[in-house]
């Protein structure tokens, strides 16, 4: 064995080395990238729930506000028929579309990235509440300016989907 061939010899074991090291290197960035992709969906996720709590929190706030048993008179320049509350209510309501839009949105990313059966069931009771509140509000109006005696039933039943009650046997009771 000549000193030519074991400078061959340690040559050949020094790639072996480097292909080694080299496929070690491409497995470990693999694995990074695999954790970076995971860490990427998380931080998504995380979003998609902390803007999700953010809006449902003010939707709820603002709703528990409008379904308030504390009402308004009429400003001193202003004539009231007696719907001045319910008409400012009814302004309220309509004032939170931005806020249904953003959760309109959000509930689609929810879908996409969380997929949760539950959240999207608890976005469903907010749109319900709203249609529900709008039902209310309106009909009250109809009331408070229909002939005296004609509403009867109606009108309590009104009252209980409008006016925020804090009894556990309100049929009514704010899902959200």
Do not use: C
Not at 21 to 47: C, I, M
Not at 132 to 146: E, H, Q
């Amino acid at each position: 064995m000549t000193t030519s061939d074991i400078f061959q010899g340690i040559g050949a074991v020094s790639q072996l080395g480097m292909t080694i090291v080299v496929g070690l290197g491409v497995w470990v960035a693999w694995l990074q990238l695999g954790t970076w992709r995971n860490e990427r969906v998380a931080t998504k996720q995380s979003d998609v729930a902390e803007e999700l709590y953010a809006v449902a929190a003010e939707l709820s706030g603002k709703i528990a506000v409008i379904r308030s048993p504390v009402g308004f008179a009429a400003p001193n320049d202003e004539e009231d028929d007696g719907s001045y509350d319910i008409r400012r209510r009814i302004g309220e309501l309509n004032e939170l579309d931005e806020e249904f839009s953003t959760l309109r949105q959000l509930r689609i990313r929810q879908k996409a990235l969380l997929g949760n059966d539950e959240i999207d069931d608890a976005i469903s009771a907010f749109f319900e509440a709203r249609n529900t509140l709008i039902f209310g509000l309106r009909s009250t109006l109809r009331d408070l300016r229909a002939p005296a005696g004609t509403s009867g039933k109606r009108a309590e039943r009104n009252d209980a989907i409008v006016y925020q009650s804090f009894s556990t046997e309100d049929d009514h009771q704010d899902p959200i």
